[in-house]
T-cell receptor, first 116, second 113 residues
């Protein structure tokens, strides 16, 4: 079964607007972490933000924030004030406390295009 | 600071030829190391991980193998490449703590013809 689901294959947003990228997850492990990565066309995976399952507050990193709704098992990424350089693939990933080697489980990604 | 290197950056190989991709990490010791493959337009699939020298775990049965001859060196190999081995290969490391982020290398784009 898919552990991470990203239902938006592609998204468009106008420059300076905010955008929300959806991510839902499935786990029975009480201890887990949720991560968002950005992959520009160059291919490198850039870590953006992390949310732990026991964290009480939503994580924020600059223009990135994570809307964590534990009961709904969702961890949506919000990018405020979009910039042209935000155009990229975005991946949601989860690491469970019992994952072998603590490997990350990735979703299929969302392609974001920021337009002028 | 820590850095992770991968080479080569791109590779075009004929079907049936051998493969060796190398990954090295600098600035840390005893990292967990990972090999992922990304097919075109898809997410990342874990291939191998290693928690120490000589310790390799495989997540997906395939004709690939991995080795960790030194603490900060991780090698992905194949004796005979298949067309289906084409993809983008990413090496990653972390500190081996459950809730740490993983840091990725620049990747190797492999095309098997």
């Amino acid at each position: 079964a898919q552990k991470i689901t990203q239902t938006q294959p592609g998204m468009f947003v106008q420059e300076k607007e905010a955008v929300t990228l959806d991510c839902t997850y499935d786990t029975s492990d009480p201890s887990y972490g949720l991560f968002w990565y950005k992959q520009p066309s160059s291919g490198e995976m850039i870590f953006l933000i992390y949310q732990g399952s026991y964290d009480q507050q939503n994580a924020t990193e600059g223009r990135y924030s994570l809307n964590f709704q534990k009961a709904r098992k969702s961890a949506n990424l919000v990018i405020s004030a979009s910039q042209l350089g935000d155009s990229a693939m975005y991946f949601c990933a989860m690491r469970e406390g019992r994952s072998p080697g603590y490997a990350l489980n990735f979703g299929k990604g969302t392609s974001l295009l920021v337009t002028p | 600071s820590q850095t992770i290197h991968q080479w080569p950056a791109t590779l075009v190989q004929p079907v049936g030829s051998p493969l060796s991709l190398e990954c090295t990490v600098e600035g840390t010791s005893n990292p967990n190391l990972y090999w992922y493959r990304q097919a075109a337009g898809r997410g990342l699939q874990l291939l191998f991980y290693s928690v120490g020298i000589g310790q390799i775990s495989s997540e997906v049965p395939q004709n690939l193998s991995a080795s960790r001859p030194q603490d900060r060196q991780f090698i992905l190999s194949s004796k005979k490449l298949l067309l289906s081995d084409s993809g983008f290969y990413l090496c990653a490391w972390d500190r081996g703590r459950a809730m740490d982020e993983q840091f990725f290398g620049p990747g190797t784009r492999l095309t098997v013809l």
